[in-house]
């Protein structure tokens, strides 16, 4: 839940919409299934194929690393990323984030930003989080995005115009 409304907030439309909702007495999440697709990227590996567009592609996948670095995914891998046939490249499970470290995991997979994406997250504040993320997490989870945003942004900055893409 959180991670989809995360998303949502940055302009991220490739983690499938999500809602709570009981059944059997208990709450969970349900996801929307993934229409269309085609393989995961473990798949995609395997079979050494070639994303039809690579520009495109490279900056799909970027955007994927700055969002785990953001969530501090722990459980990032090849399986769950799916590709559909019109080739987006939908994140699945984050249910191994949102970890309390003020740290990113691996600043070394950060290279590019969507320039929308990064002036999203510079406008990110705890009480935007607090209103679309709690109950899903608590103050201490929404403290370490708020943390590891900094230290993306400034990641950026430092790196100047060349970093940031036109999306």
Not at 110 to 125: I, P, V
Not at 157 to 162: I, K, V
């Amino acid at each position: 839940m959180a991670a989809y409304r995360l998303g949502k907030l940055l302009g991220i439309h490739t983690i499938p919409a999500t809602v709570e909702r009981k059944h059997a007495g208990s709450t969970g999440a349900l996801a929307w299934w993934v229409d269309g697709v085609l393989m995961d990227q473990k798949e995609m590996m395997k079979k050494k194929i070639r994303p039809p567009d690579i520009v495109d592609w490279n900056r799909r996948m970027q955007t994927v690393r700055v969002f785990d670095q953001l969530i501090h995914n722990v459980d990032r891998n090849a399986g769950n990323l799916l590709i559909t046939r019109d080739w987006t490249l939908w994140m699945i499970d984050h249910t191994r984030a949102f970890r309390l470290q003020h740290d990113l995991r691996n600043p070394k997979m950060l290279a590019t930003c969507g320039r929308d994406m990064l002036q999203k997250m510079k406008a990110l504040t705890i009480d935007d989080l607090e209103q679309h993320v709690r109950p899903y997490l608590n103050r201490g989870e929404i403290e370490g995005v708020i943390a590891r945003r900094d230290k993306i942004v400034k990641f950026f900055e430092d790196q100047g115009a060349a970093a940031l893409l036109t999306q």
